[in-house]
DNA sequence: GTACAATGCTATAATATTTGTAGCTTTGCT
DNA sequence: AGCAAAGCTACAAATATTATAGCATTGTAC
């Protein structure tokens, strides 16, 4: 699949609207994983496949080159690591963790009082 | 494929954390797309297919009925909606909006003259 | 300098997901 | 009754992902 760039049609969207771009690109398996995990430290191939349980070494090795094309990770001396690029999008994705944990998985215990019908 | 909530084990994560639950849904084709343009207001199937430019009905099922279990979306008398779990979901992806468009776009022109090698 | 382990992959086949297309059913006009 | 729109389901084809094996390179340790 092609590697979805601002400026270029993605999946959804023929515009090239820089958001549509990221939106597919951390749409695919484990993007927003490796993301997330980068943000500890650099870490190795084989560190990211053990840390993604079930990744495939083809698939996690596509991801990176996405990434790397994208801008958001690069190779250094310890391995993979987020380029300032990558760092920022963590800082954004980084409040989903506190609001999953604080507010969306909260949701799943009350609403089975509240909604019983499907 | 199961619907990762929050405190089972998902994708990547036996742990169950919400976040990696939260990543793992949202890393599903289209999730993203669907919460990002439900946004402007409810819509129809059909409506939503239209905007998803490429989705097939199939998919876009698969993924509303991911999203209204994990209490994201509902289905409201206008169309599919988004829950107030949707909406503060949404609230934190909108920054992305910008960054992807202000940040991230420049980081492909200037990088043609920095890093020519592969 | 040659074993050995670790790393970064590639190859290949099996499985799962997504698409593309057709079309059925229900609802609401007219 | 006829027509259009909405919300799907069915199913085959295309694409993505996994699982497993293994190869090539690098860096110690003898």
Redesign the interface.
């Given at each position: 699949m092609d590697i979805p760039?601002?400026?270029a049609p993605v999946?959804?969207?023929?515009s090239g609207?820089?958001?549509?771009?990221?939106?597919d690109l951390?749409?695919?398996?484990?993007?927003?994983?490796i993301v997330?995990h980068l943000y500890a430290g650099p870490n190795t191939f084989r560190g990211l496949q053990d840390?993604?349980?079930?990744?495939s070494p083809t698939t996690l090795n596509t991801r990176l080159k996405e990434l790397r094309d994208?801008?958001l990770i690069k190779r250094t001396l310890e391995g993979y690591a987020l380029t300032e690029?990558g760092q920022?999008?963590y800082e954004?994705l980084e409040?989903?963790?506190g609001?999953?944990?604080h507010?969306?998985?909260k949701?799943?215990t009350h609403?089975n009082e509240k909604k019983q019908a499907k």
């Amino acid at each position: 699949m092609d590697i979805p760039k601002p400026g270029a049609p993605v999946r959804g969207s023929k515009s090239g609207q820089p958001i549509m771009a990221l939106l597919d690109l951390l749409g695919r398996s484990w993007a927003m994983g490796i993301v997330w995990h980068l943000y500890a430290g650099p870490n190795t191939f084989r560190g990211l496949q053990d840390y993604c349980e079930s990744i495939s070494p083809t698939t996690l090795n596509t991801r990176l080159k996405e990434l790397r094309d994208c801008n958001l990770i690069k190779r250094t001396l310890e391995g993979y690591a987020l380029t300032e690029y990558g760092q920022e999008l963590y800082e954004l994705l980084e409040p989903m963790g506190g609001w999953a944990r604080h507010r969306w998985a909260k949701s799943f215990t009350h609403n089975n009082e509240k909604k019983q019908a499907k």
